[in-house]
């Protein structure tokens, strides 16, 4: 059996703290340029290529931007992506989503996609959340054939919208997934 000596316990302490320090919390980084650059960029090849979505935009209360959500999966799966949260054109937050699934999938993919939140409380829920799972109040907008945006009387109607575009990359099967998105310091 191995005693661990106060002596051995603050070397270990005191050789780890440089490791630690490397874990920076993002504060003084380029990390939230990084995503704004990126947010301004994706918002303006949405508006270019799905002209539709500026009406969603300017009736929404607040939108969220996650410019590359990456996922990859093989029976089990998983995704990852950063963004920014835009009222009346301003960053007030970042996030992170998180994606997980399981069922018969393979494959990988990116994609890009815009939460537009149509009433004020579903903006307050999700700010006011400590992390927002996407589930069955948000309403999904899907290209049509024409590359035209599309959105139905039911999408038109929930409080929120997400318009999912640029997808990239091949994923096939049928699986149960959901994303959960948390507010993040880049």
Request: charged share 15%.
């Amino acid at each position: 059996m191995n005693i661990l000596t106060r002596r051995a316990f603050t070397l270990g302490i005191l050789a780890g703290t440089p490791l630690l320090a490397a874990c920076g919390n993002g504060v003084g980084s380029d990390g939230a340029a990084k995503i704004d650059a990126r947010v301004d960029s994706t918002l303006s090849h949405m508006y270019s290529t799905y002209p539709n979505t500026r009406q969603l935009a300017e009736k929404s209360t607040g939108m969220l931007v996650m410019p590359v959500v990456t996922q990859a999966g093989l029976g089990l799966g998983g995704g990852f992506g950063r963004g920014a949260l835009r009222i009346n054109d301003v960053t007030v937050d970042y996030y992170s989503a998180t994606k997980g699934s399981i069922g018969l999938q393979i494959g990988a993919q990116q994609f890009a996609h815009v939460l537009f939140f149509m009433t004020d409380d579903a903006l307050q829920n999700f700010r006011r959340s400590s992390g927002w799972v996407a589930g069955a109040d948000v309403g999904y907008a899907f290209n049509d054939y024409g590359e035209n945006l599309r959105a139905d009387t039911t999408t038109a109607s929930s409080p929120i919208v997400a318009v999912i575009f640029g997808q990239a990359g091949a994923m096939i099967g049928a699986s149960v997934e959901g994303m959960k998105y948390t507010r993040i310091i880049p």
